[in-house]
């Protein structure tokens, strides 16, 4: 069973907040997919995670770009939008996994490659009107009949409750 939390954010301040106060449990090799509609606040929440971090780097949306880094203290923040990449190929030909186990990685549209990423915490955003969301965070299925247990859920789980008590 996937465990999970659910918090509202009366706006984008309160969204920024909530990505900031978690981000202290994140760590260079873990991966965080932000899933949400287009507008649903996924690149506020890497604002507040950089902020986190006292990244001094400017926080902006990588539809364009693809990937944007930003540098912290001990490693960078790798911002990752897969919007407009349509096919796994083509993601693994950018050669952006070669940082994966250096940096945070979040990734925006992620959830379109779900099964290539094999260990990630979800974050869902979920929009009720114009300022208000419901952000679930969550640990992914574990894989359906698969004869590899490649995903260690209990540590993840474990994650969720540092999450949830960070912010309860
Ligand atoms: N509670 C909220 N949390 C985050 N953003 C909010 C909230 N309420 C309103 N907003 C507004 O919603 C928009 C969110 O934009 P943002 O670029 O973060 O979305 P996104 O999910 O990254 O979209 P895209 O898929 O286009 O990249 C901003 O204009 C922001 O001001
Ligand atoms: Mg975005």
């Known amino acids: 069973m996937s465990k999970a939390f659910q918090i509202t954010s ?3 301040e309160e969204t920024k907040n909530i990505a900031r106060k978690t981000a202290s449990l994140f760590h260079p090799g873990d ?3 932000l ?4 507008g649903a606040g996924k690149t506020h929440f890497v604002k507040g995670f950089a902020e986190g971090y006292s ?5 902006t949306s990588p539809t364009f770009s693809i990937a944007n ?3 912290t203290a001990g490693f960078d923040i790798l911002h990752i939008d897969l919007y407009r990449i349509s096919t796994i ?3 693994k030909d950018l050669g952006l ?3 994966f186990d250096q940096s945070i990685v979040l990734i925006e549209w992620g959830l379109k490659f779900a099964n290539y990423f094999d260990e990630y915490v979800l974050v869902s955003f979920d929009s009720k ?3 208000e969301r419901l952000i679930t965070f969550s640990t992914p299925q574990p894989p359906k009949g698969g004869a590899v247990e490649k995903s260690p859920l209990g540590d993840l789980g474990v994650k969720i409750d540092e999450i949830k008590n960070k912010l309860c």
Do not use: A
């Not at 990244?55 to 926080?59: A, K």
């Open 69 to 71: 880094f930003y540098r």
């Open 97 to 99: 996994t070669d940082y």
């Open 129 to 131: 009107g114009d300022n």
């Open 10 to 12: 009366k706006n984008q």
């Open 35 to 38: 899933d949400g509609e287009l």
């Open 55 to 59: 990244s001094q780097d400017l926080v």
């Open 89 to 91: 190929e083509e993601f």
């Open 31 to 33: 991966l965080i997919i």
